[in-house]
């Protein structure tokens, strides 16, 4: 299997929320994200180090993380957060020595948020949906998002 946009097999994406982290996964050619369920968000730190042993146990090579810009694309409080998280995260990826195997990218995940609440809803599913489900189908979102912008069209170099 060839290695995929971010150069590996294995792509995790986070949805980091306050209170839940929505994850989302796939892996090369595939095409297509799928929901891989979610982390509840303890103190920083502590989460950091559960994020990293789920990329150790999957075999992720790229983590892509949503990145909650404002609307007009600057960043907002909750993008500060995500980006001090991600902090955690890389630094937890450099003691454990895979600083340099795992590639970690911030993407743009501005309405990913009202796009899954306006699928659910057009599924009924709003309302019987709980928080942490809906997180991990924003990591889909954002994942697939990241997938049709990245991957090269099929057929292009056949």
């Known amino acids: ?25 796939t892996v090369a ?8 369920g979610s982390i509840d968000m303890g103190l920083p730190a502590e989460t950091a180090r559960t994020v990293v042993d789920r990329i150790v146990l999957e075999g992720t090579g790229c983590l892509v993380v949503g990145l909650p810009l404002g609307l007009d694309g600057a ?15 890389r630094k937890e990826l450099a003691a454990r020595g895979l600083n ?16 899954v609440e306006r699928a659910a809803a ?8 709980g928080r942490a489900s809906k997180d991990q189908w924003e990591a889909v ?4 998002g990241y997938l049709n912008r990245t991957s090269p069209v099929r057929g292009q170099h056949d």
């Open 75 to 89: 960043d907002s409080m909750q993008t500060h957060k995500v980006r001090r998280f991600v902090g955690f995260v």
């Open 122 to 129: 057009s599924e009924g599913l709003s309302d019987a949906m």
């Open 141 to 144: 979102y954002i994942l697939q």
């Open 29 to 36: 050619d595939v095409g297509a994200a799928f929901p891989a």
């Open 100 to 115: 340099r195997i795992v590639r970690v990218e911030l993407v743009d995940e501005r309405l990913s948020s009202v796009a």
């Open 1 to 25: 299997m060839a290695d995929g946009p971010c150069g590996s097999e294995v792509i995790l994406c986070l949805d980091v929320g306050d209170r839940h982290i929505g994850l989302a996964r």
